[in-house]
């Protein structure tokens, strides 16, 4: 069972992961590429010492890169490895979904092989998953035709233990990326010779001509070659394999359209605000048969000495499947892992997104906000009419143009009395009300509903926590079938639950709350047995000017009055 602090670990770790692979993509040259992939894995994945080992073109792996101990840095770093030994090295140990750990009681074996490595005796582990001196743990580096690129050697976690699932995989995610920008560092390191050639070697310009063609058609992601300037600016004049079985059209049919025409209609800003000159970008393109693929573009200019730009080369490189597992790893640690239901941090996220700082009950009127907004400015006499010149701004008299048309207005000061174009955090913002009394008076608000199941504990301590597992699976399922689809259904944690249903009056928040309460009641079937719970609700209303703890405990509170009122044996009933 998670730790209700474990998702703010993972949101913690996942955003220094972001950064760490941000930064694989600052890199320009291999070298660069090299030692930003062990100063990552240092300062982002929680490792002392981190190498890697490349493959060269024979074979063997050179110790490229080194971070952690300058002293071990200058012992191995370019020393080689035999391909023999790595290939034994990559089949020994556990593996581990694609990395390979050899603990210090097989590891032994290798102590004579010639791979440099770097070890110091220590005393056996205290408990199951230390970490020992002479264990190893390998996360190799695949090309995308599933060559090897070469080997992420790691040690000494600083917490002392062996990674768990979520270690190992954030591991393996940032070898994955490592192995990309190592790609595709040497893929701009040979297009960069190709293009120096084309510059520089106007004797040699059919030998030069044709290692850029093979660099661009055999390159292993898409690349495209625009148009620059004129009315055809940024046409694609030509496209490589790759790019057309990426987007699933033939090049014939590509050098009819621009990148500005394939794009997701929600990225034509982000492609337009790509500059030409060393432009890199994350977007959606469109394919062939409909649907969109998320690819990385970095632009080159393509230059003649004598007449200026010619052309832009675009590098399209695919980050679908980074993208992806971008989108799991939010999920994780978003939801709770047993129920799937989104867990306490998401619920306060969702919760804090309604409410403002400002209670509705003391907002300014619109004829308050406006002599306040626009008090002191020329042409503006305050009180309640505005006169304008013929062609002014409008039949209501205001609509300043320029960046200061709000200056010196505080935004917090009159939320939801702003003209539209307001530049404040509470634009468009529609406050959050509760009603008055518990009587319904026709108020509609957004609704806490707080669960606490009756009679899990003993289920759970009778039958074990398998039995009450299964109990909150299917309590979750029941409550999520009761709801509406805009409404939200949280665990926040142990046998509570939350339900957030906006629109809700007095009434319909209490029938809500019966009608969950008669959902959950009938007896759960878990491995062959009946299995019977009782829910106690209390209802809160969020209201603006509370915070989303505020509202949780109100709704708390008054759960466990409604849980007080009834006899144990009444609310095991239900």
């Excluded at 049919?253 to 432009?279: C, K, M, Q, W």
């Excluded at 339900?499 to 209490?510: H, P, T």
Aim: aromatic share 6%; hydrophobic share 40%.
């Amino acid at each position: 069972m998670e730790t209700e602090s474990e998702p703010y670990v993972r949101l913690a770790t996942l955003r220094q992961l972001h950064r760490v692979v941000a930064e694989l993509n600052t890199a320009r040259s291999l070298a660069d590429t090299l030692q930003t992939v062990v100063d990552g894995i240092v300062v982002g994945l929680g490792y002392e010492l981190a190498c890697v080992n490349l493959v060269r073109p024979d074979g063997d792996l050179v110790v490229a890169a080194f971070a952690g101990d300058p002293a071990a840095e200058a012992l191995i770093t370019g020393r080689v490895g035999s391909r023999a030994s790595w290939e034994r090295r990559l089949t020994m140990g556990e593996d581990w979904d694609g990395l390979r750990f050899i603990p210090h009681t097989e590891g032994w074996v290798l102590m004579e092989d010639d791979v440099p490595q770097w070890h110091t005796e220590g005393p056996e582990p205290r408990f199951e998953d230390e970490w020992h001196p002479e264990d190893r743990l390998y996360a190799p580096m695949y090309a995308s035709a599933g060559e090897l690129l070469g080997v992420i050697s790691v040690d000494r976690p600083r917490n002392g233990r062996r990674p768990g699932a979520w270690g190992r995989e954030a591991l393996q995610m940032y070898a994955f990326q490592a192995a990309i920008a190592i790609s595709n560092a040497r893929l701009r390191a040979n297009m960069q010779r190709a293009l120096v050639r084309l510059e520089r070697e106007q004797q040699a310009l059919r030998a030069s001509e044709e290692s850029f063609r093979q660099a661009f058609e055999y390159a292993p992601s898409g690349m495209a070659i625009a148009e620059m300037g004129g009315d055809q600016h940024g046409r694609l004049l030509r496209t490589n394999d790759a790019l057309c079985r990426l987007l699933g059209r033939p090049a014939s049919v590509l050098r009819r359209y621009s990148f500005s025409d394939l794009v997701h209609p929600e990225d034509i800003g982000t492609l337009l605000r790509t500059s030409a000159e060393g432009g890199r970008a994350e977007l959606r393109l469109g394919r062939r048969d409909g649907t969109y693929v998320w690819v990385s573009l970095r632009n080159s200019v393509v230059a003649d000495a004598a007449d200026g730009p010619r052309f832009l080369l675009t590098h399209v490189e695919d980050i679908e499947e980074r993208k992806r597992h971008e989108l799991q790893l939010a999920h994780r640690a978003s939801h709770d892992s047993l129920t799937g239901l989104p867990n306490s941090a998401e619920l306060r996220a969702r919760l804090g997104a309604r409410l403002c700082r400002r209670p509705q009950s003391v907002r300014a009127t619109a004829v308050e906000a406006l002599d306040a907004a626009f008090e002191g400015r020329e042409g503006y006499a305050g009180g309640h009419e505005v006169r304008v010149e013929a062609g002014g701004a409008g039949e209501h008299g205001f609509q300043p143009d320029g960046p200061d048309r709000y200056a010196g207005h505080d935004p917090f000061e009159f939320p939801g009395s702003l003209p539209a174009q307001a530049d404040g955090p509470y634009d468009h913002h529609v406050h959050t009300v509760a009603p008055a009394t518990d009587i319904d008076d026709g108020t509609k608000g957004l609704a806490v509903l707080f669960c606490d199941l009756d009679g899990f504990k003993s289920i759970n301590d009778r039958f074990g926590h398998h039995t009450g597992d299964a109990v909150l699976i299917e309590v979750a399922r029941r409550l999520t079938t009761c709801v509406r689809d805009g409404d939200t259904v949280a665990r926040l944690g142990g046998d509570e639950f939350v339900v957030l249903a906006d629109g809700l009056g007095a009434a319909d928040a209490a029938d809500l709350a019966v009608r969950l309460r008669n959902a959950i009641i009938p007896p759960i079937r878990v491995d062959g047995r009946a299995v019977r719970v009782g829910a106690s609700f209390g209802i809160g209303w969020a209201s603006c000017g509370m915070s989303a703890d505020e509202v949780l405990r109100s709704a708390d509170q008054r759960m466990y009055v409604e849980k007080r009122s009834r006899s144990k044996a009444h609310r095991r009933a239900g």
